[in-house]
């Protein structure tokens, strides 16, 4: 990517050009026009000139331009993008309004681009969840049909099998009812209906709670949940610490039912102007890249066969993109065919 030109420095090069036209003016005086020009009198004259010159490149740009950039470029992310999850690079690199309004302009062209794209595949995508809505409730649906004709005819009496049959078929309405449930979730948080309990809450310590209570799952495949640093002090956020905890637990879940054997989970916590940015990253096998713009499309499932086989319903991804909208912000993902995936959001740091 091509370095941006810092507006500083580019001031700053304009008064030394202006300093040195005037040098120039002098000595050409001075040597046409048999004028008797005092060295130190030149030189004075010299850096008044660029002094001056930068001065006026200075105010002229920071008070006249300046104030109309910065409102254009908080104008774009406050009425097209703000929902952006903050950049860490722009507390540590000095502000440049118009580096940041290009910024702001390309992420919004890049953003109506998604959307235009999103649109044009709008039909196809909604005749493929219906389908997959249809294939996910019939499978459940069969199985228990399948169960149940083979103990009314004769399998009740049969004691090597009525129990079984009967388990396979709670487990198949206990799959029907969460999807169900999840369905009913995503339905209200795009209409709006569910409502968020905002409360202040420590992030680091839900975090640890939640780790404590999936540590046996990650132990059956070696895998470590472990955190970018201890936290001992509290992290406080304000949000919906239910639904929070429902984001966290499916992500942490995801990362250990796709990840490797004897992998890691790791989360990092990071303060970042007014908000806490959470990382989640694993280095298991990563996800294709032809995948990720679908990611958290509900139903939708990268290895459709082994997604069933972990017991997932397909909708856990888009109820947590929900969610963080749900907050004003947004979750976006980065992966790595044979690295690893890192989901990252952002949530309102508690004052």
Same mark, same amino acid.
């Given at each position: 990517?091509?370095?941006?030109?810092?507006?500083?420095?580019?001031?700053?090069?304009?008064?030394?050009?202006?300093?040195?036209?005037?040098?120039?003016?002098?000595?050409?005086?001075?040597?046409?026009?048999?004028?008797?020009?005092?060295?130190?009198?030149?030189?004075?004259?010299?850096?008044?000139?660029?002094?001056?010159?930068?001065?006026?490149?200075?105010?002229?740009?920071?008070?006249?331009?300046?104030?109309?950039?910065?409102?254009?470029?908080?104008?774009?992310?406050?009425?097209?993008?703000?929902?952006?999850?903050?950049?860490?690079?722009?507390?540590?690199?000095?502000?440049?309004?118009?580096?940041?309004?290009?910024?702001?302009?390309?992420?919004?062209?890049?953003?109506?681009?998604?959307?235009?794209?999103?649109?044009?595949?709008?039909?196809?995508?909604?005749?493929?969840?219906?389908?997959?809505?249809?294939?996910?409730?019939?499978?459940?649906?069969?199985?228990?049909?399948?169960?149940?004709?083979?103990?009314?005819?004769?399998?009740?009496?049969?004691?090597?099998?009525?129990?079984?049959?009967?388990?396979?078929?709670?487990?198949?309405?206990?799959?029907?009812?969460?999807?169900?449930?999840?369905?009913?979730?995503?339905?209200?948080?795009?209409?709006? $209906?569910?409502? !968020?309990?905002?409360?202040?809450? %420590?992030?680091?310590?839900? #975090? *640890? @709670?939640?780790?404590?209570?999936? &540590?046996?799952?990650?132990?059956?495949?070696?895998?470590?949940?472990?955190?970018?640093?201890?936290?001992?002090?509290?992290?406080?956020?304000?949000?919906?610490?239910?639904?929070?905890?429902?984001?966290?637990?499916?992500?942490?879940?995801?990362?250990?039912?796709?990840?490797?054997?004897?992998?890691?989970? $790791?989360?990092? !916590?990071?303060?970042?102007?007014? %908000?806490?940015?959470?990382? #989640? *990253? @694993?280095?298991?096998?990563?996800? &294709?890249?032809?995948?990720?713009?679908?990611?958290?499309?509900?139903?939708?499932?990268?290895?459709?066969?082994?997604?069933?086989?972990?017991?997932?319903?397909?909708?856990?991804?888009?109820?947590?993109?929900?969610?963080?909208?749900?907050?004003?912000?947004?979750?976006?993902?980065?992966?790595?065919?044979?690295?690893?995936?890192?989901?990252?959001?952002?949530?309102?740091?508690?004052?």
């Amino acid at each position: 990517m091509e370095k941006k030109k810092n507006i500083s420095v580019s001031i700053f090069k304009l008064g030394l050009l202006n300093a040195f036209v005037c040098l120039s003016g002098f000595l050409l005086l001075f040597y046409f026009g048999n004028f008797k020009i005092d060295i130190a009198y030149l030189l004075l004259s010299t850096f008044i000139c660029f002094i001056t010159g930068f001065l006026i490149l200075y105010y002229f740009y920071y008070v006249s331009v300046t104030k109309k950039i910065n409102f254009l470029t908080e104008k774009i992310r406050k009425k097209f993008l703000n929902k952006e999850i903050p950049q860490k690079h722009d507390q540590l690199e000095e502000e440049d309004g118009l580096a940041q309004l290009e910024e702001r302009v390309d992420d919004l062209i890049l953003s109506r681009e998604m959307e235009l794209k999103h649109f044009e595949n709008l039909d196809s995508y909604r005749k493929e969840y219906l389908g997959n809505v249809s294939h996910e409730l019939k499978t459940p649906v069969f199985n228990i049909q399948g169960y149940v004709d083979t103990l009314i005819n004769g399998g009740l009496e049969d004691d090597t099998i009525n129990v079984d049959y009967l388990k396979r078929a709670e487990k198949s309405i206990d799959r029907l009812i969460n999807i169900i449930d999840d369905l009913e979730t995503l339905t209200q948080l795009e209409s709006g $209906e569910l409502q !968020l309990d905002m409360d202040v809450f %420590d992030l680091a310590y839900l #975090i *640890k @709670d939640i780790y404590a209570a999936l &540590e046996l799952i990650a132990a059956k495949r070696n895998i470590k949940l472990e955190l970018a640093k201890k936290y001992e002090k509290p992290i406080y956020v304000k949000a919906d610490k239910f639904r929070i905890r429902q984001v966290l637990v499916n992500l942490i879940t995801n990362s250990i039912k796709y990840g490797k054997d004897n992998g890691t989970t $790791e989360i990092a !916590l990071n303060y970042l102007n007014d %908000d806490v940015i959470i990382e #989640i *990253k @694993d280095n298991g096998m990563g996800i &294709e890249p032809v995948h990720l713009p679908r990611l958290f499309e509900r139903f939708y499932r990268i290895d459709k066969g082994r997604s069933r086989e972990q017991g997932g319903t397909g909708l856990g991804l888009a109820i947590v993109k929900h969610i963080i909208e749900a907050h004003q912000k947004s979750i976006k993902v980065d992966s790595e065919v044979g690295k690893g995936t890192r989901f990252t959001f952002s949530l309102s740091a508690a004052q």
